[in-house]
């Protein structure tokens, strides 16, 4: 028991610690690259999008360079599903009655629909070969180009910053390497000790850890009435997860993906994803949708374990 207890504080010390760190290299970015002259739009649809999905990015590559893979798709799936479940469960009973724009109903629940296919249709045969890592790179970088097709050409002036935005870069960018590392140590750790498969703690608590961000972010965009915000961020957060947290970790090594990732956490993510575009449908997520979506959470969380 007392090693569980000390694998547990180790587990929420690192993740802590893979989050702020992730948050500071984010913000350090912005800085650096509005200094360069790089248009604030840019900005959010490339720095900032990576950013939130930069802490599964760096657990998953930690994962595959450990020799736990199967840590990865887990990563993926359960943070997609909190991101839904969850997050936009939360949203939708916080929020009331959370209206759906136009451009996130034609646009963007279309292209995370498709990215829940393809990532089933990739994984399907328990392999991730370099061909489909390079495809789903390159999914994202159309996506990403769709993005930033839509700036306004606006010039932005160059503003000037410290030498401490490179050097918290720099720190951050160690902090993210041990508290990737630390976290996948006390994962595999825990597995063992639990006798619970690690891709079943990644599915839940690696994924619960790494959907906190959003959970604030789009709680705060909420109070505020950027209702589109906190929609966009959690599409965006989805899409990304999918293409670079399964494409760049597939070109380091081997994924492994379980029988139970095949059996129940895919298709419960493709499912999901589906009953969400469904709810669009109607350009709002009413409050009794958000406590639907807060149930499928609850399932999906006691079902993983039983």
Known sequence: MEQILINLAIFAVSL?????????????????????????F???????????????????????????????????AGSNIANIALVLGLVGVVGKQVKVNEHIMNVDIPILVVSAFLMWFVVHDQHVSYFEAILLLVALV???????????????????????SYATLLVAGIVIKFGAEYTINSIINLSELLGVSSG??????VALGTSLPEVFVSLAAIRKGKTDMAVGNILGSNIFNTYAVIGIPALVGNLVITD?????????????????????ISKKISRWEGMMLLLFYVFFIVELFI
């Open 16 to 40: 802590f610690a893979l989050l702020k760190a992730s948050d500071f290299f984010v913000e350090a970015a912005e800085n650096i690259g509005l200094s360069l002259g790089i248009p604030p």
């Open 260 to 280: 139970d990732m095949l059996s129940f956490g895919l298709p419960f993510m493709v499912a999901l994803t589906i009953v969400f575009a469904f709810m669009c």
């Open 142 to 164: 159309i996506f990403l180009v769709y993005s930033l097709s839509n700036d306004d050409g606006e010039e932005t002036e160059k503003t000037k910053i410290s030498w401490k």
């Open 200 to 205: 079943k703690i990644a599915l839940s608590l």
């Open 42 to 76: 840019i900005i959010g649809v490339t720095i900032v999008a990576f950013g939130t999905s930069l802490p599964e990015l760096a657990s998953s590559i930690e994962a595959v360079l450990m020799g736990d893979s199967k840590i990865v798709i887990g990563n993926v």
